[in-house]
């Protein structure tokens, strides 16, 4: 429940980081997890957790000085979290895919996961079905419907441009983030607690 049943009485601020969901530590909590991380700007150490799940209280794009995040709030009795991610990451895009698929009336739960043999990670979207086991959020679109990306060349660098997809999902996430707020607007959060963690890899630290 929750992510492992923290206490915080302001929110607090998760990104999906190899496979976890991590968060700066708790000097207070010497029973959580925690676990370094190793970047190029040195190594870190996270609290961290196998998972994220509570009711989407609302979500929000916002612009912060290194780039544009895609932040869902959630709520799970006392304990208030923040799910943040690059607005343009491959976490943020597996949200977008089966975004308009959630039943937000329902607790949904988020794991960071690596599948088996593949060199990257991925977010699932869970919720949890009529036996009352999670199960994956299927997918809103259908693959013919989402502007392909397109490899360009930047400084030398083939990269994959993303603008196309991104500028879909933005139409569908504008009305996603109305429908949250038609569900979300009974559930009493304090405001957000900015967390000071470093920036760096891809954008993680924090």
């Known amino acids: 429940m929750g992510a492992n049943k923290l206490s915080h009485s302001h929110t607090t601020y998760f990104k999906p980081l190899r496979g976890f969901l ?3 530590i708790n000097p207070d909590d010497p029973n959580e997890d925690r676990m370094s991380f190793k970047f190029s700007t040195g190594s870190y150490e996270y609290a961290v ?3 994220l799940d509570g009711y989407i209280t609302s979500m929000e794009v916002k612009d912060i000085d290194y780039g544009k995040m895609l932040n869902i709030y959630l709520s799970d009795g006392p304990d208030n979290f923040c799910l943040s991610m690059k607005y343009d990451s491959d976490e ?3 949200f977008y895919n089966r975004m308009k698929k959630v039943d937000f009336r329902k607790d949904v ?3 960071h996961w690596k599948p088996k043999d593949k060199a990257y990670y991925r977010l699932l979207v869970m919720q949890q079905g009529d036996e009352g086991k999670w199960q994956s959020v299927g997918y809103s679109f259908e693959k013919d419907e989402v502007p392909a990306w397109r490899e360009v060349e930047m400084n030398g ?5 993303r603008g196309p997809a991104l ?3 933005a139409q569908h996430l504008k009305e996603v983030i109305e429908q949250v707020a038609l569900y979300g607007n009974t559930a009493k959060r304090p405001e957000p607690v900015e967390l000071d963690i470093p920036n760096g890899d891809n954008d993680l630290p924090f």
């Not at 660098?157 to 441009?161: G, I, L, Y």
């Open 109 to 111: 739960q988020f794991v």
């Open 22 to 24: 991590v968060t700066k």
């Open 49 to 51: 957790f196998s998972s």
């Open 167 to 169: 500028k879909f999902y």
């Open 157 to 161: 660098e083939k990269k994959w441009d």
């Open 92 to 94: 943020a895009i597996d």
